[in-house]
């Protein structure tokens, strides 16, 4: 796979924590009660997440002000996760052709901020040393399994 594919993985994969995230936020095991969609959820989970990824990485005083604006957007995004949903009642009432047109302006707008995401990642991995991008490789964004884990995850017996 070529290095500019992967690229555009990990940041889809990034994405989509902070799209699904609020689903594994809150008893920080995985577990979230009915009706917990985004908002301070989602914000502890991303926070706890990148947390513990800036601990690993070990950063250097040089590559704080390139981590703190690549994650404090990963904050931001999470932040907003609950007023980004769609109404999905008020898309239901549509015409289908009408529901698919925004359907369809919205992975417009979420593939621009996928493509502004990418943007950022690149530029916080490009001052990040050749062992510090190897541990950020290894990051998953859902706390899954990392390379050489058993499939069904970490402290998930069973599952796979």
């Known amino acids: 796979m ?8 990990a940041t889809l994969a990034v994405a989509g924590a902070l799209a699904g995230g609020a689903a594994y936020a809150a008893r920080g095991d995985g577990y979230c009660g009915p009706g ?9 989970f991303v926070g706890n997440r ?6 690993e990485l070990k950063l250097s ?7 703190k604006t690549w994650s404090g957007a990963m904050q931001e995004k999470a932040a907003k996760m609950k007023e980004r949903r769609p109404d999905f009642e008020a898309l239901a009432k549509l015409p289908a052709p009408e529901r698919m047109a925004q359907m ?3 992975h417009k707008e979420r593939q621009k901020e996928m493509e502004d995401a990418l943007a950022s990642l690149r530029s916080f991995y490009g001052t990040l040393t050749p062992e510090q991008q190897k541990v950020f490789d290894r990051f998953q964004p ?7 884990a058993p499939r ?7 599952r796979g």
């Open 36 to 44: 917990m969609r985004g908002g301070a959820a989602a914000e502890k």
């Open 152 to 158: 069904g995850g970490e402290g998930r017996p069973g």
């Open 50 to 55: 990148l947390e513990r990824l800036h601990g």
């Open 142 to 148: 859902f706390g899954g399994p990392h390379r050489g």
């Open 2 to 9: 070529k290095h500019s594919t992967r690229m555009i993985i």
């Open 104 to 106: 369809l302006e919205r």
């Open 61 to 67: 005083p040089e590559q704080e002000g390139a981590w």
